[in-house]
Nanobody
Framework: QVQLVESGGGLVQAGGSLRLSCAASGRTFSTYTMGWFRQAPGKERDFVAAISWAGGLLYYANSVKGRFTISREQGRNTVYLQMNSLKPEDTAVYYC???????????????WGQGTQVTVSS
């Protein structure tokens, strides 16, 4: 089992910054990617950013490119999301996501954290 716990959310004014953390615990071996999704009230859950665990290949949604940075700290099984130049439209619950390879054929399973609230005021 893998558990993902997010932290770092809060209330910030537009133009400000926050850094989210996601710590993975349990059977964290064979982690493939970790990343972040977000969901605003009444909206679908949208992709934000991801990083491949071994190679560090980065993926970003167009809406956050140039403002958000995803990084990993492999020794602590932790992924971060540095969010700069925050906008009110960034307000959402941010969910940590992990993908783990479970067999030699490359099958995988996804894990989700419970979410952390980010609110950006005007």
């Amino acid at each position: 089992q893998v558990q993902l716990v997010e932290s770092g959310g809060g209330l910030v004014q537009a133009g400000g910054s926050l850094r989210l953390s996601c710590a993975a615990s349990g059977r964290t071996f064979s982690t493939y990617t970790m990343g972040w999704f977000r969901q605003a009230p009444g909206k679908e859950r949208d992709f934000v950013a991801a990083i491949s665990w071994a190679g560090g290949l980065l993926y970003y949604a167009n809406s956050v490119k140039g403002r958000f940075t995803i990084s990993r700290e492999q020794g602590r099984n932790t992924v971060y999301l540095q969010m700069n130049s925050l906008k009110p439209e960034d307000t959402a619950v941010y969910y940590c996501h992990g993908r783990k390879i479970v067999n030699v054929e490359g099958a995988y399973v996804d894990f989700w954290g419970q979410g952390t609230q980010v609110t950006v005021s005007s």
